[in-house]
C-alpha cells in the first residue's frame, strides 16, 4: 500500500494507475477508522480496480470551540488497518499541503446545511464541501463511497456533485451496526456500561417513528411516539429528532413515500447520531 503526503505524489501514483486503464475509487475519511470505514472500503473495492483512501482531519469543518485539536489522529494505525483490508493508497496530506492559502474561495453549502446537525455547527458543511471538492479535483475518482450514517452530508454532497455536474458517482453505504441496533461510531466508546446499554433506544425510537407512519398516524404522532421512547434513556437530551422527505430534506407533505427519521441524541456527554430511511 502507497502512503502519500504530497499532491504531486498522488497524481503521480494515480497517473500511472490510470495509463494502465484501471477504475479509481476515493473513501474519504479523517481517520480514527473503525469498521463503519471498513465497510465503505470493502464496498469501494468491490466496484472499483483501486481504493484511494484519504486522512485528514479537516480544519475548515470543525467550529472555533470544537475538538479540532483532540480530534484522535494515529496515522500509523490507521495505516496499517487501511492496508488489511486492501486499500491500494492512504493519501494523507499536512493542512499546509491541502491549505496553503489562509483564505481560499468558499463554498457555500446552501439550504441543506443549515437544519438538524448544521443548526449547532454553522459552516460546518461549507468546509466538509470545500474538503470533498478538493479531494474530488485532486483523485477525480470514478466513485467516491460515503456512509449513510451521516446522512445530512450524504444529501450535501449529492446535491452538490449534481448541480455542479461533477463527473463521478456517490455510492451510500448502509448504516452499520452492533448487535443490538446501535449504530457504528467512534464516539461510543466514549459511553460508560449504563450509557452504552441504554444507547440502542434510539435505533428503535426511530423504527417506532416508521412503524407508527406506515401505520398511517401523521408525523407529529409518530415523532411524539419516538420522543417519549428515547425520554426512556437516562440522563439523555435530544438535540433534534426529525421525520423529513429523502434525499431532499424538506418538510414531509402527504405524497411523499420517501421518508428519513433521524436523531441527535446526548446520552450523558456524548452526542449520538442515527438515521433510518424508509418508504411511507
Ligand atoms: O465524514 C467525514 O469523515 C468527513 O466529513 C469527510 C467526508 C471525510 C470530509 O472531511
Not at 469498521?35 to 465503505?40: N, P
Not at 479540532?68 to 488489511?84: I, T
Not at 428503535?204 to 426512556?232: M, N, T, V
Request: charged share 20%.
Amino acid at each position: 500500500m502507497q502512503r502519500l503526503t504530497r499532491i504531486a505524489d498522488l497524481r503521480q501514483w494515480l497517473a500511472h494507475a490510470r495509463s494502465q486503464g484501471k477504475t479509481i475509487a476515493l473513501v474519504p475519511t479523517m481517520g480514527a477508522l473503525h469498521t463503519g470505514h471498513m465497510a465503505l472500503v470493502e464496498n469501494a473495492r468491490r466496484h472499483c480496480d483501486l481504493v484511494v483512501m484519504s486522512v485528514f482531519v479537516n480544519p475548515r469543518q470543525f467550529g472555533p470551540n470544537e475538538d479540532f485539536d483532540a480530534y484522535p489522529r494515529d496515522l500509523d494505525a490507521d495505516c496499517a488497518l487501511a492496508q488489511a483490508h486492501g486499500v491500494d493508497a492512504v493519501f494523507a496530506p499536512s493542512t499546509e499541503e491541502m491549505y496553503p492559502h489562509a483564505a481560499g474561495p468558499l463554498i457555500i453549502a446552501g439550504r441543506q446545511a443549515n437544519m438538524l446537525c448544521g443548526a449547532s455547527r454553522p459552516g460546518h458543511f461549507d468546509g466538509v464541501l470545500q474538503v470533498v471538492c478538493k479531494l474530488f479535483n485532486l483523485v477525480q475518482p470514478d466513485r467516491a463511497f460515503f456512509g449513510q450514517k451521516d446522512a445530512q452530508q450524504v444529501a450535501i454532497i449529492q446535491t452538490f456533485v449534481r448541480d455542479y455536474n461533477l463527473p463521478l458517482e456517490i455510492c451510500v453505504i448502509p448504516v452499520v451496526r452492533e448487535d443490538d441496533g446501535l449504530a457504528k461510531s467512534s464516539r461510543n466508546v466514549y459511553l460508560n456500561a449504563e450509557e452504552r446499554a441504554h444507547a440502542p433506544a434510539i435505533h428503535a425510537a426511530l423504527q417506532l417513528c416508521r412503524e407508527r407512519l406506515q401505520a398511517g398516524f401523521g408525523p407529529d404522532a409518530a415523532l411524539h411516539a419516538a420522543r417519549a421512547h428515547i425520554a426512556g434513556i437516562p440522563d439523555s437530551r435530544i438535540d433534534y429528532l426529525e421525520l423529513l422527505a429523502w434525499p431532499d430534506l424538506l418538510a414531509l407533505g402527504d405524497d411523499e413515500s420517501s421518508c428519513i427519521a433521524l436523531a441527535a441524541v446526548y446520552v450523558g456527554r456524548t452526542r449520538l447520531i442515527d438515521n433510518i430511511t424508509f418508504q411511507r
